[in-house]
Each structure stands twice: as structure tokens, then as C-alpha cells.
């Protein structure tokens, strides 16, 4: 049984210190056979592209050609390899950690990863090139082509350029102006990249580069207008993450059980699959990451693991939601109300975004997409149809719909708050503090949102309020999309005698007050008809409730 190779994205020692490997070379083959030399490829955070470009590295590195056999035998392109396998020398850029604290920070950062690129490669080489660290990022690229070009004759440079949106994306989520200077118009970083354009007439044969998102693709473009976007081809809609059936094989490699298998996956699924990348791709995808994390845990201690998710990628997901406020579209509000509700949203995704100019819907949607928020779930006439992926990015789009809610109204949930919601449910089985805080939300509510509030935006609030409670598994009709209660809290833990909680919601306006109690009948129908369901019938200790929203005031009725 090999090792879960959670956290590692070095190939030679994934392979070398036998750690599992999801076999993803056949793409190497298929980026070589397309006429394009220069790619562009993106995925949100944690989907395995570090890992990728790692291989790339390996596979074509000149220095490597000993290894080759050690490193690539049982895969497929150790068992295919193509004319070009150890032919290039691989000049590597990591942008990823710089300081964007400053303007100055940034651009020290973005010099010392240049200067890092520049040292490994000479080193890698016996290149007689010295690193005038005085000269700018452009023109110690510069210095170096025109090294590389006198002493190796007829030899090629494969530039591979991981994260290469990294720091751009921090200082567009904090400080939209230092973007501008550093990568907009003559900023110092776009011309890096024109030197780089420049070395493609004589030394750089091949780019193979990566990132998040094409922020900085538009502010680039005059001066690297090379690379031919990759990322919504259906032929390479697999190339990261992971495959249902490439986690089947990982689970019985590290011989998990059939019967294990069949408890496990449906969980792996809500939380971590629905990625879908390409309009005419077939197959949905697993986030590696967090598929690893799971395993890693439910291993080591045989049970499912009590977060779902890395602390780690609730950061970098936290970080990236800053970039949102970009959007100033007037429909942004009802995209995201629309989204976290289940529902999809028809838009074409844009394919460069330009910082200079305001974002608008379109662009605010198809960002959404590329931060990994929304996917293709489906198309209509052609138009990619966007919807939430999973469980998991659900509760991070509701916490960042909560936080917007919170900034835009002034308001906030303590953790006093928070923890007496926990526990009048997990110990009462009550709401009261639950509707509370869902009320100090409503009131906070303008007459122009009255105008457009039904019954799904006071779910909304709940259902938000509901995905930060950790102790439960939070199961909603905005969710499942089909007839089911709305809002059901399970407790993770079985053993320790929490409460379950099930709500029905009902909303009238203000002059129809009047249908206060046959609105009620109604829901007290809902959730007998629930009660009959085979899922919610085992429920233990399964508390249920009416709540009635009318206007900005709340009624509730516990159903016995």
C-alpha cells in the first residue's frame, strides 16, 4: 500500500518515496500533439496544478534522462514516451507567497522569485551567467536568453510559470491601484513578461503556464498575446483533480473496503465532486485536495473526519473572495441570491478580464466560475449554465454571502451568538436564537427589498446562517433542488445525543397577514409528509418547526 500523497507536489518525490500517483501523463502527450506550443491553464486553489508542472518539468528536462525510467515506469507516458521527453532545459517560475503588503513588497517579492527561476536554472546547467541582481526582473531575463543563445547553440528552453496570478490576484482583492501600476499599461511586471514574449523568436520553445484566474491576461495582452487558453477544452477537462473512477482505485489501493467504499463516496461526493469545465465535457471532477485531505484523515483514524474541510483551503478561498468586490454590475446581489438558492445563472465566461475597466455581470459570473464557486452544471443554446459544484464551496459561497450581508447592513454574528445557537439546538433541540439573529437580518432589509423578498431570501438567511453550525450536516431544498424540507440539521455525531432540527418556511406580505394561520396548516402538511421520507423517519430526537416570516417579523410554532 503506497502513501496518500496529501500536501506533496514534487513529482520525483511523490514517485521516489512511493506515494500514491493518480496517473495524469496522457496529457502530456495530448498538450505535445496540439499545434500550440504556449498554454495557458487554469484551475481554482488545491486542484493538483503544482503537482502537473512538477511532471511536466521532469518528463522534458534534459538533466532528468537518467532518471527517466525510474521516474515514469507504470504510466502512460512512460509506456508511450514521445521524441521530445528529455529534450528541454526548464526554466521554472513559481509566484506563489510574494508580499503584497506594498507596492514596493510586491515588486521586491516578484524579483526575488525571478532571481530564484534565474539561479536554479544556471545551476541546473553549468550556464556561465552571472546574476546581476541590480538589473530589473526583465533585464536579467534578458541577459539570460542572450547567455543561453551563445552557449547552447540550437538547444531550447521550456518556460513553465506556476501560480502566475498569484500575487496579482492578492493585490486586486486589497489594492486595486498598486495592481495597475505593477501589471496595467507599462507596469513593471508586464514588460518581464514582453521579454518573455521575445525570447519565443530564438531560445524559448515551449510555455506551459498556470494560474487561478486570466486577471491579468487583458492587462498583459499587448505584450504577451502567445499563450492559447487551454482551460475550457473538453479534451482536458480531466487533466486535473480527479476522476470518480481514478478515487475508486486510489480507496482500493489503500484498501478500503467495498462496503467502506459505498459509505464514504456518497459523502466525498455532495462535498467535493460537481467540477465541470468544459460546456461539452462528460465527466464531473473530484478537488484532489480535499479528496486527499478526507482519505488522509479517515485512515489515520477509521472514521469519517469530523471537518470536511482543510483549514488551508478555507483560507486561500477566503483571500480570493476579496477579488469579488471588483464587481460593480448592478445585478450582482441577485446572481449570488440566485446561485446560493440552487438555481443557475445563463451566461457565456469570459475569457480575459481587464482591472482598468468595471467589472459588470457577465464578468462578475464567469469569476465566480474560475475562483471555483460556480461550474458548468449545464448549456442552453450554447450558453454555459453556472451553479454551485458542492456541499462544501456552498458553505464557502454562504459564508462569503453572509460576510457581504454582514458589511453591507453593519451587522455580525458573535461567537457568543454562535455558540448559543449551537447549543439550543444540539441540546434543546430549539431556534429561538437561530430566528434572532435571522430577524436582526430582516430588519435590517430596505422597502426596495421588501418589494423583491419572498420566501426564498428568508431561507437564504437561514440556510447561511445554518452552514457555519459544524456540528451538523445541513441538508436544504436549496440545495437537492426538488421536493424536501427546507432546512434539516443532522448531527454529525450520533453518539452524543444532539438534538435534529427540521424547518418548513412560509412568507406573506405585510396585507396578508391575514393568512397567518392557513399558511401554517399548510406547512404543518410539509412537514408531515417529510416525516414519512425514509431519510428523516430514523432521525432520532427530530425537533420540527413552522416559520413564518411576514414582512420583517417572525412566527414560529414548534410542530409535536
Same mark, same amino acid.
Given at each position: 500500500?503506497?502513501?496518500?500523497?496529501?500536501?506533496?507536489?514534487?513529482?520525483?518525490?511523490?514517485?521516489?518515496?512511493?506515494?500514491?500517483?493518480?496517473?495524469?501523463?496522457?496529457?502530456?502527450?495530448?498538450? *505535445?500533439?496540439?499545434?500550440?506550443?504556449?498554454?495557458?491553464?487554469?484551475?481554482?486553489?488545491?486542484?493538483?496544478?503544482?503537482?502537473?508542472?512538477?511532471?511536466?518539468?521532469?518528463?522534458?528536462?534534459?538533466? %532528468?534522462?537518467?532518471?527517466?525510467?525510474?521516474?515514469?515506469?507504470?504510466?502512460?507516458?512512460?509506456?508511450?514516451?514521445?521524441?521530445?521527453?528529455? +529534450?528541454?532545459?526548464?526554466?521554472?517560475? &513559481?509566484?506563489?507567497?510574494?508580499?503584497?503588503?506594498?507596492?514596493?513588497?510586491?515588486?521586491?517579492?516578484?524579483?526575488?522569485?525571478?532571481?530564484?527561476?534565474?539561479?536554479?536554472?544556471? &545551476?541546473?546547467?553549468?550556464?556561465?551567467?552571472?546574476?546581476?541582481?541590480?538589473?530589473?526582473?526583465?533585464?536579467?531575463?534578458?541577459?539570460?536568453?542572450?547567455?543561453?543563445?551563445?552557449?547552447?547553440?540550437?538547444?531550447?528552453?521550456?518556460?513553465?510559470?506556476?501560480?502566475?496570478?498569484?500575487?496579482?490576484?492578492?493585490?486586486?482583492?486589497?489594492?486595486?491601484?498598486?495592481?495597475?501600476?505593477?501589471?496595467?499599461?507599462?507596469?513593471?511586471?508586464?514588460?518581464?513578461?514582453?521579454?518573455?514574449?521575445?525570447?519565443?523568436? @530564438?531560445?524559448?520553445?515551449?510555455?506551459? #503556464?498556470?494560474? $487561478?484566474?486570466?486577471?491579468?491576461?487583458?492587462?498583459?495582452? +499587448?505584450?504577451?498575446?502567445?499563450?492559447?487558453?487551454?482551460?475550457? @477544452?473538453?479534451?482536458?477537462?480531466?487533466?486535473?483533480?480527479?476522476?470518480?473512477?481514478?478515487?475508486?482505485?486510489?480507496?482500493?489501493?489503500?484498501?478500503?473496503?467495498?462496503?467502506?467504499?459505498?459509505?464514504?463516496?456518497?459523502?466525498?461526493? *455532495?462535498?467535493?465532486?460537481?467540477?465541470?469545465?468544459?460546456?461539452?465535457?462528460?465527466?464531473?471532477?473530484?478537488?484532489?485536495?480535499?479528496?486527499?485531505?478526507?482519505?488522509?484523515?479517515?485512515?489515520?483514524?477509521?472514521?469519517?473526519?469530523?471537518?470536511? !474541510?482543510?483549514?488551508?483551503?478555507?483560507?486561500?478561498?477566503?483571500?480570493?473572495?476579496?477579488?469579488?468586490?471588483?464587481?460593480?454590475?448592478?445585478?450582482?446581489?441577485?446572481?449570488? *441570491?440566485?446561485?446560493?438558492?440552487? /438555481?443557475?445563472?445563463?451566461?457565456?465566461?469570459?475569457?480575459?478580464?481587464?482591472?482598468?475597466? *468595471?467589472?459588470?455581470?457577465?464578468?462578475?459570473?464567469?469569476?465566480?466560475?474560475?475562483?471555483?464557486?460556480?461550474?458548468? %452544471?449545464?448549456?442552453?443554446?450554447?450558453?454555459?449554465?453556472?451553479?454551485?459544484?458542492?456541499?462544501?464551496?456552498?458553505?464557502?459561497?454562504?459564508?462569503?454571502?453572509?460576510?457581504?450581508?454582514?458589511?453591507?447592513?453593519?451587522?455580525?454574528?458573535?461567537?457568543?451568538? =454562535?455558540?448559543?445557537?449551537?447549543? /439550543?439546538?444540539?441540546?434543546?433541540?430549539?431556534?429561538?436564537?437561530?430566528?434572532?439573529?435571522? =430577524?436582526?437580518?430582516?430588519?435590517?432589509?430596505?422597502?426596495?427589498?421588501?418589494?423583491?423578498?419572498?420566501?426564498?431570501?428568508?431561507?437564504?438567511?437561514?440556510?447561511?446562517?445554518?452552514?457555519?453550525?459544524?456540528?451538523?450536516?445541513?441538508?436544504?431544498?436549496?440545495?437537492?433542488?426538488?421536493?424536501?424540507?427546507?432546512?434539516?440539521?443532522?448531527?454529525?455525531?450520533?453518539?452524543?445525543?444532539?438534538?435534529?432540527?427540521?424547518?418548513?418556511?412560509?412568507?406573506?406580505?405585510?396585507?396578508?397577514?391575514?393568512?397567518?394561520? /392557513? $399558511?401554517?396548516?399548510?406547512?404543518?402538511?410539509?412537514?408531515?409528509?417529510?416525516?414519512?421520507?425514509?431519510?428523516?423517519?430514523?432521525?432520532?430526537?427530530?425537533?420540527?418547526?413552522?416559520? #413564518?416570516? #411576514?414582512?420583517?417579523? !417572525?412566527?414560529?410554532?414548534?410542530? $409535536?
Amino acid at each position: 500500500m503506497k502513501k496518500l500523497p496529501y500536501g506533496i507536489s514534487n513529482y520525483e518525490e511523490l514517485i521516489t518515496e512511493d506515494y500514491y500517483y493518480v496517473d495524469k501523463t496522457m496529457y502530456i502527450k495530448k498538450l *505535445e500533439d496540439l499545434p500550440e506550443k504556449r498554454i495557458m491553464f487554469l484551475r481554482p486553489r488545491k486542484f493538483g496544478k503544482t503537482l502537473f508542472t512538477s511532471t511536466l518539468e521532469y518528463y522534458y528536462d534534459i538533466n %532528468a534522462t537518467d532518471k527517466f525510467e525510474k521516474l515514469f515506469k507504470n504510466t502512460y507516458i512512460g509506456e508511450n514516451p514521445t521524441n521530445l521527453k528529455n +529534450s528541454y532545459y526548464i526554466l521554472r517560475f &513559481n509566484f506563489s507567497g510574494i508580499d503584497t503588503s506594498t507596492a514596493d513588497s510586491t515588486m521586491i517579492g516578484f524579483k526575488e522569485k525571478v532571481i530564484l527561476g534565474i539561479k536554479r536554472f544556471v &545551476n541546473s546547467y553549468k550556464l556561465d551567467f552571472y546574476i546581476n541582481i541590480e538589473q530589473t526582473p526583465e533585464g536579467m531575463l534578458g541577459s539570460l536568453f542572450e547567455a543561453f543563445r551563445n552557449q547552447k547553440i540550437n538547444e531550447k528552453i521550456y518556460v513553465i510559470i506556476d501560480e502566475y496570478d498569484h500575487f496579482a490576484n492578492e493585490l486586486l482583492g486589497f489594492q486595486t491601484e498598486k495592481f495597475k501600476e505593477l501589471v496595467s499599461r507599462n507596469g513593471k511586471v508586464r514588460k518581464w513578461y514582453e521579454v518573455l514574449k521575445e525570447g519565443t523568436e @530564438n531560445v524559448v520553445d515551449r510555455i506551459f #503556464v498556470t494560474g $487561478v484566474a486570466p486577471i491579468t491576461l487583458d492587462s498583459l495582452t +499587448s505584450g504577451f498575446n502567445i499563450c492559447s487558453d487551454k482551460t475550457q @477544452n473538453r479534451d482536458f477537462n480531466e487533466m486535473l483533480g480527479f476522476t470518480q473512477s481514478e478515487l475508486k482505485r486510489l480507496m482500493t489501493d489503500q484498501e478500503i473496503s467495498e462496503k467502506n467504499q459505498e459509505i464514504i463516496i456518497p459523502i466525498m461526493k *455532495e462535498n467535493y465532486d460537481g467540477y465541470k469545465f468544459s460546456i461539452k465535457a462528460e465527466e464531473k471532477i473530484y478537488n484532489s485536495n480535499m479528496c486527499l485531505y478526507f482519505l488522509n484523515d479517515y485512515i489515520k483514524y477509521n472514521e469519517i473526519p469530523e471537518k470536511l !474541510i482543510d483549514v488551508n483551503i478555507a483560507s486561500d478561498y477566503s483571500k480570493l473572495s476579496k477579488m469579488l468586490s471588483l464587481s460593480k454590475g448592478e445585478k450582482k446581489q441577485e446572481i449570488l *441570491e440566485k446561485t446560493i438558492s440552487g /438555481e443557475g445563472v445563463m451566461t457565456e465566461i469570459t475569457e480575459k478580464f481587464n482591472p482598468e475597466v *468595471e467589472f459588470k455581470d457577465e464578468e462578475f459570473a464567469s469569476m465566480l466560475f474560475y475562483l471555483g464557486y460556480l461550474t458548468i %452544471a449545464g448549456e442552453r443554446l450554447g450558453i454555459p449554465e453556472l451553479k454551485i459544484p458542492n456541499k462544501i464551496m456552498s458553505e464557502i459561497y454562504s459564508s462569503y454571502f453572509l460576510n457581504l450581508l454582514n458589511k453591507e447592513n453593519n451587522l455580525s454574528i458573535s461567537n457568543d451568538e =454562535h455558540n448559543k445557537i449551537l447549543e /439550543e439546538i444540539a441540546l434543546e433541540g430549539k431556534i429561538d436564537k437561530l430566528v434572532e439573529i435571522a =430577524h436582526r437580518y430582516l430588519n435590517n432589509l430596505s422597502n426596495r427589498d421588501y418589494q423583491k423578498f419572498d420566501e426564498k431570501y428568508v431561507k437564504l438567511i437561514f440556510y447561511c446562517i445554518a452552514m457555519n453550525l459544524k456540528l451538523f450536516w445541513i441538508k436544504s431544498e436549496l440545495e437537492v433542488n426538488r421536493n424536501y424540507p427546507d432546512l434539516l440539521f443532522i448531527p454529525k455525531d450520533n453518539t452524543k445525543g444532539y438534538k435534529a432540527v427540521m424547518i418548513e418556511f412560509k412568507y406573506l406580505k405585510k396585507d396578508e397577514k391575514s393568512k397567518l394561520e /392557513e $399558511v401554517k396548516e399548510q406547512a404543518k402538511e410539509q412537514l408531515k409528509t417529510y416525516g414519512e421520507f425514509e431519510e428523516i423517519k430514523n432521525i432520532k430526537d427530530l425537533n420540527k418547526y413552522v416559520v #413564518v416570516a #411576514v414582512n420583517d417579523e !417572525i412566527f414560529i410554532e414548534k410542530i $409535536v
